[in-house]
């Protein structure tokens, strides 16, 4: 069973909607979460980390964390054809590990329509 | 300043060759990640170096795979008898610390014939 899962897509929204992602985990131990974004035959790049439970805001983005229900979600405001990308879920395990060892979702395909 | 660079961008190789995939890390990143990308999935961690040594190697699929980063900068991906099964992408990333933001380099396509 891998221990994050994400819907594969493609999620199709229009331009300007919100795209809204999800994220299951199985490890109750981990603290510290992650969307990556990947353009298709490039790198993943950060885009938000979260810690706590609640939401977190940068931008046009925002990550909600709920530990008690192990499900972490990404919302993209006023999407853009620019954001057409996968978008990575990881987690990272908890204390004693070492280093920040990431276990990544397979991703979420987001197609934005202009 | 300059990200994390790999070499090479492409390695093509024949079933049962040796390879060697490196990886240069942001100057002064003390943590270091190699990561595998099958086509379709997310990335698949592989191991970890905080300075010259490997922290956490419990990614390695089998001992064909090995990585050395002995100056604690550059560290070398080291794959012997490659196998089909092992064609994928191969990401490097360092962080500042062990539990800092993981910066990404562009990855090595490894296609093994």
């Known amino acids: 069973q891998k221990e994050v899962e994400q819907n594969s897509g493609p999620l199709s929204v229009p331009e300007g909607a919100i795209a809204s992602l999800n994220c299951t985990y199985s490890d109750r131990g981990s603290q510290s979460f992650f969307w990556y974004r990947q353009y298709s035959g490039k790198s993943p790049e950060l885009i938000m980390s979260i810690y706590s439970n609640g939401d977190k805001e940068d931008g046009r983005f925002t990550a909600q964390l709920n530990k008690a229900s192990q499900y972490v979600s990404l919302l993209i405001r006023d999407s853009q054809p620019s954001d057409s990308a996968t978008y990575l879920c990881?987690?990272?395990?908890?204390?004693?590990?070492?280093?920040?060892?990431?276990?990544f979702g397979g991703g979420t395909r987001v197609l934005v329509k202009p | 300043g300059a990200g994390v660079s790999q070499t090479p961008s492409n390695k093509v190789t024949e079933k049962g060759k040796y390879v060697e995939l490196r990886c240069d890390p942001i100057s002064g990143h003390t943590a270091l990640y190699w990561y595998r990308q099958s086509l379709g999935q997310g990335p698949e961690f592989l191991i970890y170096f905080q300075g010259t040594g490997a922290a956490d190697d419990s990614g390695l699929p089998n001992d064909r795979f090995f990585a050395v980063r002995p100056e604690g900068s550059v560290s070398t991906l080291k794959i012997q008898r490659t196998e089909r099964g092992d064609s994928a992408v191969y990401l490097c990333?360092?962080?500042?610390?062990?539990?800092?933001?993981?910066?990404f380099g562009p990855g090595t396509r490894l296609t093994v014939l």
């Open positions: 990881a987690g990272a395990p908890p204390p004693p590990a070492a280093g920040n060892k990431l276990t």
């Open positions: 990333a360092s962080s500042a610390g062990g539990t800092d933001t993981q910066y």
